[in-house]
């Protein structure tokens, strides 16, 4: 047990948490397919899963996992761990991406942290869609240099922060953001490349990767090196496994392993998980993996066209994430419980992970669902959101 101050402290900030409806839990679920789980016994449709390909119960994904050398890598990438899985890895994305190098590793998270609390010392200042992922803000602030928020999109106004600072300065924001499903305004990120000669490009591409661009190149399909030098990557999503990688140029990469701790002091992700990764992304450039994009694709058509027939205010958003936002907290909760009675599976997401007010319920599409589920989906939504909604 910890010393008694600290016991107190953590309780009153949990009975303060749960006072706001914002207490977190952990679950334990029994995976049963690509769209099913069971919970506590009971089977639920699930809508909550980032595994937008379904790939993570793909036979050639499995086979890859089963057949590796190794359970473990047993050292980090610096000393032992880096094996052929994880070079043979690293050279697929380097071609897929058009990227001089990439490196690995254990979780995306650990990535954007790592990238920003290594490299950003090296800037005058940081610049961050105020929608960016945790990760890119915590690194932000662990980078010991000046970091500053634009509003969502608004790259007018970073444009203006860039002249003004003439110092070196790194723009950071996401190809597809996660808790809203909306892109990057690619037009406009061009246009303050074309007129700003100060700025660096950090994207965080984690939703974007296999389901977007050509052969699901995502971000970079349609940005050099020299637009974009840093594209930071997430496994636990189309690839349907789990990890991270960041893909930049050589003496980028050089850096970093030299002066990452992240990637230094890490032991490397399994072999296995490495060939597992790699045989995802080879399903995701292949014709298979077009195909899969399509019905993928098609599902989001499909259930925006039930949502917009049934009132469903959704935001905009023409990827796997669609939001519906409902206001306060207890209303979230209490949709999403209202769901799980109707047999669906589908969080609600709260402050502090979303802006105060716009407390959501995050759905997610993949290309395993039918859509026969995202009619069930509908019609729980359509029942509960006429009940609960703010």
């Known amino acids: 047990m910890l010393q008694k101050s600290v016991m107190v402290a953590m309780a009153k900030q949990l009975k303060q948490r749960a006072e706001q409806d914002r207490t977190r839990l952990l679950q334990s679920v029994t995976p049963l397919s690509s769209t099913q789980i069971a919970v506590a016994g009971t089977k639920y449709l699930q809508f909550s899963s980032n595994d937008y390909l379904g790939l993570g119960r793909h036979p050639k994904v499995l086979d890859a996992y089963a057949q590796a050398v190794a359970a473990g890598a047993g050292a980090s990438a610096l000393v032992t761990g880096y094996t052929e899985h994880h070079a043979e890895l690293c050279a697929l994305l380097s071609e897929v991406l058009q990227r001089p190098r990439v490196l690995l590793f254990n979780s995306a998270f650990a990535a954007n942290v790592g990238v920003l609390t290594t490299l950003g010392p090296l800037y005058n200042h940081l610049y961050l869609d105020r929608l960016a992922h945790a990760s890119l803000l915590q690194g932000a602030k662990h980078s010991g240099q000046r970091w500053r928020r ?16 003439p110092e070196s300065a790194l723009l950071i924001s996401e190809s597809i953001f996660s808790m809203d499903g909306d892109a990057l305004t690619n037009d406009a990120l061009v246009s303050l490349l074309d007129t ?7 994207l965080d591409d984690a939703h974007g990767f296999g389901v977007c661009g050509d052969a699901g190149r995502s971000v970079a399909a349609d940005f050099s090196v020299a637009q974009v030098g840093l594209i930071s990557l997430a496994f636990g999503k189309a690839c349907g496994v789990a990890g991270g990688a960041v893909a930049t140029d050589d003496a980028s990469a050089d850096y970093l392993v030299n002066y990452c701790p992240e990637l230094i002091y890490s032991t490397a992700m399994p072999p296995a998980q490495a060939s597992a990764i790699k045989a995802a992304v080879e399903i995701i450039i292949s014709a298979e993996g077009s195909d899969l994009r399509s019905k993928l694709a ?11 027939a049934a009132g469903l205010p959704l935001c905009s958003s023409r990827h796997a994430i669609q939001t519906l936002r409902i206001g306060s907290d207890g209303a979230a909760l209490h949709m999403s419980q209202r769901l799980r009675e109707a047999g669906i599976w589908c969080s609600a997401i709260r402050p502090p992970t979303v802006p105060e007010g716009t407390a959501r319920l995050r759905l997610t599409l993949t290309a395993a669902h039918h859509e026969k589920d995202i009619r069930q989906l509908v019609q729980a939504l359509q029942r509960s959101f006429a009940e609960f909604a703010t």
């Not at 098609?298 to 917009?308: E, G, I, K, P």
Request: hydrophobic content about 40%; aromatic content about 14%.
């Open 196 to 202: 700003s000669g100060h700025g660096d490009v950090m």
């Open 298 to 308: 098609a599902n989001v058509a499909y259930f925006q066209q039930l949502s917009q």
């Open 150 to 165: 634009f509003q969502h999109n608004d790259f007018a106004t970073a444009e203006r922060w860039l002249k003004k600072q």
